[in-house]
């Protein structure tokens, strides 16, 4: 049973750049059956996609943050990351990893998620 | 882009049975597949309801889901309702090509 977890700083400072980790257990990254994503909630509100990673490298992101937002693959850590540049205080956030179920695609099981803060 | 739109808030009593509506901005929602994912506070989103109306395992019956096509919306309806079941519910879908997207939420509260 797949299982993930979040990790990485949780204090970014305003205009550097967002680095996180997430670590796949369970199963193979490498797996043909998943696409692997991120997804975060600032407080108070909503989810919002940020966007998919294939372990061959293939990616697809949120047309909002593309400009910002690099996901990346190491297949042999078992994980994928993130990194968004040029934050600002609207990228606080939890910020969630997840599977991506093919057919239906659809995300689960998430990650705990990890509090991103973006202060000075 | 696609859009998914919630009603901010429902509430309703115990015992009862209440339904949620996620409405898509354009093309047929009936086109790709809607889930709908429970977050209570504090916590992760969990699945409910996956495939427009599959169940995951755990997930008792009380929880469906169904998509009205003349209507373009989706629909997650949960019968029997207990205080347990209090928490935000998200719909989620795909645009067919390249984006993922996700309803604002609603809100359910059971007094």
Redesign the interface.
């Known amino acids: 049973q797949l299982q993930l977890r979040e990790s990485g700083p949780g204090l970014v400072k305003p205009s550097e750049t967002l680095s996180l980790t997430c670590t796949v257990s369970g199963g193979s990254i490498t797996s043909t059956n998943y696409y692997w994503?991120w997804?975060r909630q600032p407080p108070g509100k909503?989810?919002?996609?940020i966007g998919?990673i294939y372990y061959t490298g293939s990616t697809?992101y949120?047309?909002s943050l593309k400009s910002r937002v690099t996901i990346s693959v190491h297949t042999s850590r078992n994980q994928f990351s993130l990194q968004l540049t040029s934050v600002t205080a609207a990228d606080t956030a939890v910020y969630?990893c997840a599977p991506?179920?093919p057919?239906?695609?659809?995300?689960?099981?998430?990650?705990?998620?990890i509090l991103v803060t973006v202060s000075s | 882009n696609f859009m998914l739109t919630q009603p901010h808030s429902v509430s309703e009593s115990p015992g009862k049975t209440v339904t949620i509506s996620c409405t898509g901005s354009s093309g047929s929602i009936a086109s790709n597949y809607v889930q709908w994912y429970q977050q209570r506070p504090g916590s992760a989103p969990s699945t409910v309801i996956y495939e427009d109306s599959q169940r995951p395992s755990g997930v008792p019956d009380r929880f469906s889901g169904s998509i009205d096509s003349s209507s373009n919306s989706a629909s997650l309806t949960i019968s029997g309702l207990k205080t347990e079941d209090e928490a935000d519910y998200y719909c989620q879908s795909y645009d067919g090509s390249t984006f993922w997207v996700f309803g604002g939420g609603t809100k359910l509260t059971v007094l």
């Not at chain 1, 909503?46 to 996609?49: K, M, Y």
């Open positions: 994503g997804i909503g989810l919002e996609w998919n697809y949120n047309p969630y991506i179920q057919g239906g695609n659809w995300f689960d099981p998430w990650g705990q998620g």
